[in-house]
């Protein structure tokens, strides 16, 4: 069995929920030496997280930002974690309910996604850096 890992840094993303597919490919090469496994893709962050969604429809993607800033509100006046501004502690909450990896089959050197699949980097920070993302293949 091979074990591939390899850790990067995706470019800075604006807030919301961006399809990263294709970078994380890009970034490992090896996994077309892979004819069956599983990966598993971690983001090294409490304010951004990672899911698998439509990747057809960018509405998708727009519809999942402004329910999640419905259901976690910005300025809630219980929030006692706020130094870092009012997205911060929404991001944190947002990043538990999404989470912080996925796992993905690999068949025949590539990410064994659904036809309407995609890997989402979801962003809740409204100034956020480049995201650290390991991401670990296992297979024959």
């Given at each position: 069995?091979?074990?591939?890992?390899?850790?990067?840094?995706?470019?800075?993303?604006?807030?919301?929920?961006?399809?990263?597919?294709?970078?994380?490919?890009?970034?490992?090469?090896?996994?077309?030496?892979?004819?069956?496994?599983?990966?598993?893709?971690?983001?090294?962050?409490?304010?951004?997280?990672?899911?698998?969604?439509?990747?057809?429809d960018p509405t998708v993607r727009q519809d999942f930002e402004?329910?999640?800033?419905?259901?976690?509100?910005?300025?809630?006046?219980?929030?006692?974690?706020?130094?870092?501004?009012?997205?911060?502690?929404?991001?944190?909450?947002?990043?538990?309910?999404?989470?912080?990896?996925?796992?993905?089959?690999?068949?025949?050197?590539?990410?064994?996604?659904?036809?309407?699949?995609?890997?989402?980097?979801?962003?809740?920070?409204?100034?956020?850096?480049?995201?650290?993302?390991?991401?670990?293949?296992?297979?024959?």
């Open positions: 069995m091979k074990c591939i890992q390899k850790t990067f840094v995706l470019p800075a993303f604006k807030r919301g929920f961006h399809l990263i597919t294709s970078k994380i490919e890009s970034e490992i090469p090896e996994l077309k030496n892979i004819s069956a496994g599983l990966a598993h893709v971690f983001i090294h962050h409490t304010s951004a997280s990672l899911t698998i969604n439509e990747n057809a402004s329910h999640f800033n419905k259901m976690v509100p910005e300025n809630a006046p219980y929030y006692k974690h706020t130094l870092e501004g009012p997205d911060d502690m929404p991001a944190h909450i947002k990043a538990s309910l999404m989470g912080s990896s996925i796992s993905i089959p690999v068949s025949r050197g590539r990410f064994n996604l659904g036809t309407w699949q995609g890997i989402y980097l979801c962003e809740h920070r409204d100034h956020a850096s480049g995201r650290e993302i390991t991401v670990t293949i296992l297979g024959e």
